[in-house]
């Protein structure tokens, strides 16, 4: 879970903050109303790997049984959340999924937990440093990005990508993650 949150969240928020540029440059201003709805699924996105690491673990050892009824019941919520939200409209809709996407990781949390021993605090402990580094290096760079209002699209991206990037890198070395290590050592390795 470091591994995958440690590559997941930061890309997600990235794309988060420069959702407008990033749009606006590649598909026109025709789409800028998409955006909002972009960066909701966005925080959908930060979890959905999570999401399905946990419950790969029940089918790679064969437990199917877990597995269905996992699966089932996280689709009983699902639609409750749909079917509460969607004569809210779009909007509503969107954060009912985004906020599904959090509830079944709570839930493949219990289970993995149950299960398999991979405590909750565990994991929680593998991916809490990678979420809040993300939050504060995104807000930091979502500030800064305000200086670059106005400024030629692709510049506000690569500005913004540069920035997070080293910010979100550096911070992690300065901060020791283990996580940085291992990223390492796996990019080393497919080379």
Known sequence: MKVISF?????????IIVAFPLIRLMLTDKWIQSIPMFQ??????????????????????GAGKIYFI???????????FIFASVPFGLYPFLW??????????????????????????DQLRDILPNLLLTLSVGGIT?????LFEGWPDI??????????????LL???ALRMKTIGIVR??????N
Request: aromatic fraction near 10%.
């Open 7 to 15: 590559v997941t969240f930061p890309l997600m928020m990235l794309l």
């Open 40 to 61: 909701i699924l966005c925080i959908v996105g930060m979890f959905t790997p999570v999401n399905v690491a946990n419950t790969e673990i029940f089918r790679s050892i």
């Open 70 to 80: 996992l699966q089932t019941l996280k689709r009983v919520v699902g639609l409750v």
């Open 96 to 121: 009912a999924i985004a906020t599904m996407s959090i509830v079944t990781y709570a839930m493949n949390l219990y289970c993995t937990s149950r299960y398999f021993g991979y405590k909750c605090s």
């Open 142 to 146: 979502a500030l800064a990005m305000q």
């Open 155 to 168: 510049v506000q991206v690569l500005v913004a990508t540069t920035l997070y990037g080293a910010l979100f």
């Open 171 to 173: 911070t992690a070395v």
């Open 185 to 190: 050592s796996l990019l080393s390795r497919h």
